[in-house]
């Protein structure tokens, strides 16, 4: 079995999970932009997403002889440890609820403040929680000057969703009287948008510009999920929601790997980290497949019902959600590697995941474009925060004694 030993391996670990997890989250906004029902996107994000920890069990886990203590994955499916397994899958089953949350979210808040808040809710609440059960190997006068900084944040991501909101609505409100097409007549394109906006018109031969009231609805046309004239609160909840699962996750699992509460009989080896995964995947997937289906047939939050057939033969973009139950895989499995070796909390640097995210989401998807001043000395403030947290969470790893 292979074992990350020492503190310069855990944190290249941590951070490849970094560019694994900022990653996924945008796929998921892709495909819903593009019009990709979610309950089709998460069903084929859970079985790649279960491969990949079935990936890591096979070859990392088994991987040479067995270590003291440490038997390979194969030995332990034998072995009486149910008692961490419950632990390992009740973490798949609070990282379920909280990505399928998540899915939502970034639609109706964005990508860049939806991974802020749910991160630093995680940090702040996790991270507070693993140094404890770790035995407090990491370095608290550093952890939790980090926390803090997550801490922050949270508000800080609250106030970028607020403003950007405002900046919508106001595009919204007034492009009415300013967009005419050619011709010098509004054009036939209307929207009758629940937050009171006017009647919207944009020229059918000229692609709109991103950050425009034009590029809004054009955007709202095509998107799965409607959010236009949304109730702020609405997505505000859904991600303090998700963030309070993802906080509870990390801790769970570490639980699971290093049996602090002494669950298992005298003589039992804890389970290893690609043990814990395998169950702690097995857990989420079971979930998110009965969610799933069953959302098919009966949607939330104003979606079109679906099918098992129409998601079977829906291949539009099946590759990219295929692809990012990949990311989200192998980026859980590097980090609870890290973690193993460096500490839980500081593997939680990888909850800077934001980063990532807010990059692909201003590339991408034109998120904060010709918002106002107010938006970007906001949004600027929230990315350096982070660019602090992650530093001093890192700095703050220390090493587990074996």
């Not at 008692?83 to 089953?93: C, H, N, R």
């Not at 963030?243 to 990390?250: E, P, R, T, Y």
């Not at 107010?374 to 220390?398: P, Q």
Request: charged residues 15%.
């Amino acid at each position: 079995m292979y074992v990350v030993e020492d503190k310069d391996g855990a944190i290249a670990l941590m951070l490849v999970a970094l560019l694994c997890l900022g990653t996924w989250p945008a796929i998921f906004t892709l495909l819903e932009r593009r019009g990709r029902l979610p309950q089709h996107t998460y069903l084929d994000y859970s079985i790649t997403n279960l491969l990949a920890a079935i990936f890591f069990a096979l070859t990392f886990g088994q991987i040479g002889d067995r270590k003291y203590n440490m038997p390979n994955f194969l030995t332990q499916l034998s072995q009486d440890n149910w008692p961490s397994i419950l632990f390992a899958m009740a973490g798949g089953v609070v990282l379920s609820l909280g990505n399928l949350a998540t899915q939502y979210a970034l639609a109706f808040v964005g990508l860049s403040v939806t991974e802020v808040i749910t991160c630093s809710i995680a940090v702040v609440l996790g991270t507070t929680m693993n140094y404890f059960l770790d035995d407090r190997i990491n370095k608290a006068e550093i952890l939790f000057p980090g926390v803090g900084c997550f801490l922050v944040a949270i508000f800080q991501g609250s106030a970028v969703h607020s403003s950007n909101s405002a900046d919508n609505k106001e595009k919204l409100n007034g492009s009415s009287s300013n967009n005419r097409d050619k011709t010098g007549t509004l054009t036939d394109l209307e929207e009758n948008l629940e937050s009171g906006a006017h009647h919207i018109s944009t020229s059918k031969t000229e692609k709109a510009k991103a950050g425009t009231a034009e590029y809004l609805i054009e955007l709202e046309k095509k998107r799965s999920i409607k959010v236009i004239g949304s109730n702020t609160f609405l997505g505000l909840g859904i991600v303090f929601f998700a963030g309070i699962c993802f906080s509870l996750f990390s801790p769970i699992f570490n639980l699971a790997t290093n049996d602090q509460w002494h669950t298992l009989k005298e003589g039992v080896p804890h389970l290893v980290v690609y043990t814990a995964f395998f169950y702690f995947s097995i857990s989420c997937f079971i979930l998110a497949i009965v969610l799933n289906l069953m959302f098919l047939y009966k949607p939330v939050l104003g979606l079109p019902s679906s099918s098992l057939k129409a998601y079977v033969n829906d291949w539009n973009g099946r590759q990219w959600a295929l692809l990012a139950g990949l990311l989200c895989g192998f980026g859980n499995g590097f980090r609870f590697m890290g973690g193993q070796a460096a500490g839980y909390a500081a593997s939680d640097a990888v909850q800077a995941l934001p980063l990532v995210c807010t990059f692909w989401g201003i590339v991408l998807f034109g998120e904060y474009h010709q918002s106002s001043k107010k938006t970007y000395i906001l949004l600027v403030s929230m990315i350096a925060m982070f660019i602090i947290a992650v530093a001093v969470l890192v700095a703050s790893s220390g090493h587990r004694k074996t």
